[in-house]
């Protein structure tokens, strides 16, 4: 199975923006759509964004507008910019298959946390 490794999380302000790259093991071209999670402490893995082969995105009602998820098959990697950060959206965030049949196991993810 594919496995996915994220990169580019840290600490910034509010306000401030982040690009978070997703680098997969082998080829995404077979995964439909590619997602993004993440999981504050204490609480559930949360739904975040997702972009099919085609282009296709859709995202979670808390970062809609403020967060753009792309994809390079070429470079098998998936990217969450994500701007006008705030403090909520402190978390772990992960990516993976969206769909549970063609997901691997879940990374390490990377640390993002918004403060002053």
């Known amino acids: 199975q594919v496995q996915f490794v994220e990169s580019g999380g840290g600490l910034v302000q509010p306000g401030g923006s982040l690009r978070l790259s997703c680098a997969a093991s082998?080829?995404?071209?077979?995964?439909?759509?590619m997602g993004w999670y993440r999981q504050a402490p204490g609480k559930q893995r949360e739904y975040v964004a997702v972009i099919t082969g085609g282009g296709s995105t859709n995202y979670a009602d808390s970062v809609k507008g403020r967060f753009t998820v792309s994809r390079d098959n070429a470079k098998n990697t998936v990217y969450l910019q994500m701007n006008n950060l705030k403090p909520e959206d402190t978390a772990v965030y992960y990516c993976n298959a969206a769909a549970a049949t063609q997901r691997g196991s879940w990374g390490q993810g990377t640390q993002v946390t918004v403060s002053s």
């Open positions: 082998g080829s995404i071209l077979s995964i439909y759509a």
